[in-house]
Each structure stands twice: as structure tokens, then as C-alpha cells.
């Protein structure tokens, strides 16, 4: 089962923010929070990950709330192009994984619509 | 440029014939992954490998064979393929290093009949 819980879907005016919620309750302390998003058929993009600061690059804003049970991810001004599925996934800090695991379960995620 | 290359796109094949989908990366990563996806079910991870000769069982891992004999290439191996393994089958990459996403490729479709 993934560990995480997503709202299977939302919209999102264009040119309006774009918050996407994920409740991850059981994320232990050294695993990390990463956003992917899935256009269509094509391949999942990674967007961003973060471990307990707020994160920020060209594409999104990642906010992990102070106890890390949640995160948002934030489209500042969503575009038709983000139209997509996206996924939040807790992943096992790699470079800690000796002898760990890359076992990753991708939830169904949510599916946004931004509408002209 | 830094990709993920699958091969085929597409597949369709009939039951019972062996087949291979290649996945090769070009960015050095240890962490290669297959995944299928179907409609209703999203991505499921079906073998993942953390460095050559190193690979284990994701979540749906019966009727695949996968093997990690170079750091790039990740080959995902029906051996006897039946309808039910028709679907999107996704590889992927990741360094080992904190700071990385994985890497996805762009799919191939596949059809058992």
C-alpha cells in the first residue's frame, strides 16, 4: 500500500496557484517527500523532493509541515501544460539505502485540470 | 542529452513467446526500475536494482526476469508472457545520492495476445 494519501482530483484556474495537498502520517525520519507528475501516457517527471525545510526550483514550491505528516506542492501559476497526474512518494534518503531498499509505491495521485 | 531509452514502443506478441524490453540510461546512475502502469491501478513497481548484479523484487514481480550485468542497461524479461502482463511498462534511473529523482523513460506499450 503506498504511504501516502492524495485527493484524486483538482482544478485549478490558469494563472491561479495550483496547491496540491499529500498526507503522508506515517513518514519516518529518514525519508524524504518526492513530487513526480505524469502528462498523459507519458513518463513521470520528477518535480522536487525535500526532507523537512521548504523547497523551492523553477518548477514548484514543495511546504512540509513542521511535524512532516503533510506537504503541498504549489504550482505558482499553473498553465494548460500542467494538466497532469501527480504523485507524492516517500522515498528512503539514498545515500543511506546500503542495505535498504528503492522499493517505491506510487499512489494513484491526484489528477489536476487547470481550466483556460 | 540525458535520457532513459526503452525499446520497443510498442509490442504486441502472442502468448508464450519470450521477449525482452532494453532499458539503457546514459547518466551513470546505480538505481534502475521497471514499473507498470494500469488503468485504475497507477504505477506499480515491478523489480528495482541498486547497482550491477544487485536486484530485488518490487511489489508485482511474477512473470519477469530482470538483470543488471552493466551499470546502464536494466532488461526486463517476459519469459512466457500471458494477456495479463498487457500493459505501459515504464524503466527508470536514479543516482544514489541524495539530490536526485529517477529519470523516466517513455514507455512501451505492450500487448499480449
Known amino acids: 500500500d503506498a504511504k501516502t494519501t492524495q485527493p484524486p482530483s483538482m482544478d485549478c484556474a490558469e494563472g491561479r496557484a495550483a496547491n496540491l495537498p499529500c498526507n503522508h502520517s506515517?513518514?519516518?525520519?529518514?525519508?524524504?517527500v518526492y513530487w513526480y507528475r505524469q502528462i498523459h501516457s507519458q513518463g513521470p517527471q520528477y518535480i522536487i523532493h525535500?526532507?523537512?525545510n521548504n523547497e523551492t526550483n523553477e518548477m514548484a514550491s514543495l511546504i512540509i509541515t513542521e511535524d512532516r505528516k503533510s506537504s503541498t506542492l504549489i504550482l505558482p501559476h499553473a498553465t494548460l501544460r500542467d494538466t497532469a497526474v501527480y504523485y507524492c512518494i516517500v522515498r528512503v534518503a539514498p545515500s543511506i539505502t546500503q542495505g535498504g531498499s528503492e522499493k517505491l509505491v506510487f499512489g494513484k495521485g491526484t489528477k489536476l485540470t487547470v481550466n483556460p | 542529452e540525458a535520457q532513459v531509452t526503452q525499446n520497443p514502443r510498442y509490442l504486441i506478441t502472442v502468448t508464450g513467446k519470450k521477449l525482452t524490453v532494453t532499458c539503457s540510461q546514459n547518466m551513470n546512475h546505480e538505481y534502475m526500475s521497471w514499473y507498470r502502469q494500469d488503468p485504475g491501478l497507477g504505477l506499480r513497481q515491478i523489480y528495482y536494482?541498486?547497482?550491477?548484479?544487485?536486484?530485488d523484487k518490487g511489489d508485482v514481480p511474477e512473470g519477469y526476469k530482470v538483470s543488471r550485468k552493466e551499470k546502464r542497461n536494466f532488461p526486463l524479461i517476459l519469459e512466457s508472457p500471458s494477456p495479463n502482463q498487457t500493459s505501459l511498462y515504464f524503466c527508470a534511473s536514479s543516482a544514489s545520492t541524495v539530490g536526485h529523482g529517477y529519470t523516466f523513460g517513455s514507455g512501451t506499450r505492450l500487448t499480449v495476445v
Open positions: 506515517t513518514i519516518s525520519g529518514n525519508e524524504y
Open positions: 536494482s541498486m547497482n550491477v548484479e544487485v536486484t
Open positions: 525535500g526532507l523537512k
